[in-house]
């Protein structure tokens, strides 16, 4: 019995899941702390410096031949992989983590509903109800900056998605991420870099360290784990609950109390990314008997067969 259908397998994947999505938002939460020192550019900056330079030396692409199409991909990931790092960083400065993960949540959501059909697409009103909630514009309940920023975020993540999925294509294992990433990197730093290094000590690059390995290194590796042990059905509904999980966490962390209309906010997002995961499953597939769709994780990488093998 392979460990993906056996229950034991299961329950491990689900933990490692979990455990990936937990590992993200408290390296956001800890980010927020540290911004207090180096500001909220300054430690994206810091995570994906130390991120280039774990992902260079453990996947070492220079060793790998990439196509023209393969490089300029990567290239727009990584400046996509900044941009949305840096708006979301931002977002969560003016807005408790769980609003913050929602809203952003709201990209993936809409490359779901966009791709899907029929029922897919009515879970769009669903989660623009959790959108209402969780902003409150009948009473500006929440930092309008953050919103915009937040969304801006969400927009990133769904080119990242999409991106993500072509240089999956183009590369096998983590090679597009080792690619990306350096170029995120230097984004960042032409953009915060100059702010920054004044304020740097070696108790603060020793802290970005630790939180480039809480993000993204742990979290990616926990999912290639986890996609193996679980259907893809499985692995998407679970990750649907990332904003709940970013709610529990700002309140454990950041002693951020979400007010009763986020928790009905979230809970909708929450919903609509379930419902749309399952209503695009059943028209991707065609019906029952038809293939399975091959295992993604949040970065759209196939990790089936010999990618999987490469990846870790």
Known sequence: MSSQASPRGARAGTVMAVASMSCVQLGVAASVQLSARIGAE???????????????????PWRMRFTRLAIRTCVALGLVTAGMTMLYMASVMRLPLGTASALEFLGPLGVAVVRGRGAARLWALVAAAGVLMLTEPW?????????????????GWAFYIVLTQRAGDEVSGLHALAVSMPVAAVAATLT???WVFGRLTWQVLGIGLGLALLLPVIPFSLELLALRRLTTAAFGTLMSLEPAIASLIGL?????????????????????????????????????????????????????GKRAAHSL
Request: no cysteine; net charge positive.
């Open 192 to 194: 915060a870099g100059p």
């Open 252 to 304: 454990a962390v950041l002693s951020q109390v979400p007010r009763p209309g986020a928790v009905a906010g979230i809970a909708l997002v929450v919903t609509a990314g379930m419902g749309a995961e399952a209503s695009g499953r059943r028209d991707a597939h065609g019906g029952p008997g038809s293939s399975p769709e091959r295992p993604r994780n949040r970065a759209g990488l196939d990790v089936t």
């Open 42 to 60: 300054g430690v994206v900056w810091l995570r994906l410096f130390w991120a280039a330079v774990v992902l260079l030396i453990l996947v070492r």
């Open 139 to 155: 009473h500006g309940g929440a930092d309008p900056i953050g919103v915009v920023l937040a969304l801006g975020a969400g927009t």
